[in-house]
């Protein structure tokens, strides 16, 4: 019994010391702010999609997803992780880089440039359109999205380094606000989606407020330094993200728009509360994760795996009530396996979506990349595999779910070998 309560004492005062450390107080300010800011921006989004799949219906609604789509997987090509890499560099060094800005907004430029080779010859070619199971007019607006929420992120990514979060809630508000009003007062795809194009410019303009730029500042040896880490920081985009929005488009190529609309309702209603809690934790944690004192990192990542099947529990929780709830106001039917399935999914997506900020910013970039391309396979696998057994539906969920699975254990099985192991004490014996 007293060992017990000396172990129990003992936790205790670790959890305390770990709570009174400067950088878990910072956090904390910054999810107050980002907390409340982007959950109304993202209400806003919610009732942007929800207009379209009540009013607009579900086709319509399904083919909105798969411009979304195309403008994912253009836009992860075009930042190849910029985002990522100007968090990590700045944070890092703790203090204005005057040149990395210039020289992540040119080479966004350059990459969004030659994605736009491969479109053209895409868009001028009626078999590959066919192959894709998409349209000339959904892949013009795809690019035109993706190029604008490409200066939009990298934009975001500076204010982001710098904890200037007010200006990112700020841009957020006004990217979705516009959107909306759009699709409100138009009741039309294509003007909604000039209004999407507009919000995000006028964000991207909000963002750059105060941010060093000029042509003076361009360097080759400074876009030397940012290729490196940016390939390896984008792996989750270009290949997971992507990963993922394929599957709209391989769901579109097996059955029709409607299809892609109820599975989008089905994973928009069940992710729609996850997605913004994980952003924020992850704007909030990411760039104090990265400056945290070295000897600490193992500590925090032990509590942050202890709390592992809480965080997964909690995050499954609320996915399943959110996805009834939400897919009534969306007046799609539903499916319980599939919602199941997502909810599962959404539980290991918040603990990843955690746990990774910890390992990129422990030099794990590259193992964060492995884990990405091996939970991309097994995706893509099992998607394909299942797809005669359980329908195009139900088989991509399972394959999300799986990648999950895939990623997060590799990440676990990483940080124990290479970051906790050596800051293990050694026995005599050793």
Same mark, same amino acid.
Request: aromatic letters at 14%; hydrophobic letters at 55%.
């Given at each position: ?8 004492a ?54 909105y997803?798969i ?11 075009m ?55 998409i ?18 992120t ?20 006004i ?17 909604g ?11 991207s303009?909000? /963002?750059?407020?105060? $941010?060093?730029?000029? &042509?003076?500042? !361009?360097? *080759? +040896? ?6 490196? %880490? #940016? ?13 993922q ?50 000897? /600490?990192?193992?500590? $925090?990542?032990?509590? &942050?795996?202890? !709390?592992? *099947? +809480? ?6 929780? %609320? #996915? ?12 799609v ?98």
């Amino acid at each position: 019994m007293a060992n017990t309560v000396a172990r129990f004492a003992s936790a205790f005062q670790k959890v305390r010391d770990l709570l009174s450390l400067r950088f878990i107080r910072s956090i904390l300010r910054g999810l107050s702010v980002l907390g409340a800011g982007y959950a109304l921006a993202k209400i806003i989004s919610l009732a942007e999609e929800l207009f379209i799949g009540r009013y607009l219906g579900v086709q319509v609604y399904g083919t909105y997803l798969i411009i979304l789509a195309i403008a994912t997987i253009l836009n992860s090509v075009m930042t190849l992780g910029l985002p990522k890499a100007v968090v990590k560099i700045v944070a890092e060094r703790n203090e204005r880089i005057a040149d990395v800005p210039t020289n992540a907004f040119f080479m966004a430029f350059f990459l969004s440039i030659a994605m736009s080779v491969p479109v053209i010859v895409i868009g001028y070619s009626n078999s590959l359109l066919t192959l894709l199971g998409i349209t000339q007019y959904e892949l013009i607006f795809g690019y035109i999205i993706a190029f604008l929420l490409t200066l939009y992120t990298v934009a975001q990514s500076f204010k982001l380094a710098l904890y200037k979060i007010r200006f990112v809630v700020v841009a957020d508000i006004i990217y979705w606000s516009v959107a909306l009003i759009f699709f409100v007062l138009f009741r039309n795809l294509s003007l909604g989606l000039v209004g999407i194009c507009i919000g995000s410019l006028l964000g991207s303009l909000v /963002l750059i407020q105060r $941010v060093p730029l000029g &042509l003076t500042r !361009f360097s *080759i +040896p400074g876009i030397k330094s940012l290729v490196p %880490l #940016s390939v390896y920081l984008g792996a989750d985009s270009v290949l997971g993200v992507s990963a993922q929005q394929i599957s709209i488009l391989y769901l579109n190529v097996i059955a029709t728009a409607y299809a892609v609309g109820v599975f989008g309702a089905h994973y928009r209603s069940s992710i729609f509360l996850i997605v913004p809690l994980v952003t924020v934790l992850s704007m909030a944690l990411y760039p104090r994760f990265c400056s945290i004192d070295r000897e /600490l990192r193992p500590g $925090v990542g032990r509590y &942050l795996a202890y !709390f592992g *099947i +809480p965080i997964c529990f909690a995050g499954f929780l %609320l #996915s399943y009530v959110s996805g009834i709830f939400f897919l009534q106001i969306f007046r799609v039917a539903l499916i319980p396996s599939l919602l199941l399935v997502l909810a599962v999914y959404s539980g290991l997506f918040v603990f990843n979506r955690i746990w990774d900020k910890l390992v990129t910013a422990c030099e794990g970039a590259k193992m964060v990349g492995w884990g990405i391309v091996f939970g991309t396979f097994a995706f893509l696998s099992v998607m394909v595999v299942l797809t005669p057994f359980l329908g195009g539906m139900l088989a991509i969920a399972t394959g999300m779910v799986s990648s999950e699975i895939v990623y997060g254990v590799l990440l676990l099985s990483w940080f124990k070998l290479r970051v906790t192991r050596k800051r293990e004490p050694k026995t005599i014996s050793e």
